[in-house]
């Protein structure tokens, strides 16, 4: 085996074992705020998720009266 492959190999086997944690960091993040279904308990929020959901919308109307109250004063 030459040492281009050898080389080469290990770059590859390095991405796998990279890829393969992040997906698996992702899939522990993800668990935070919902968790899938299994078995008999289905698929549902978890009380951070909702708690996640509740301050993206609180966020989006304080935009959006922000932005309207930002055209008022223009006009």
Known sequence: MSIVQTIFEVIGQAVTSFVTT??????????????????????????????????????????AFRLIKGLVRRA
């Open 22 to 63: 992040l997906a698996s960091a992702v899939n522990g993040i993800t668990s935070l705020f919902y968790v899938e279904a299994s078995g008999t308990d289905p698929a549902h929020m978890t009380f951070l998720g909702v708690l996640l959901l509740i301050a993206a919308g609180v966020g989006l109307v304080y935009w």
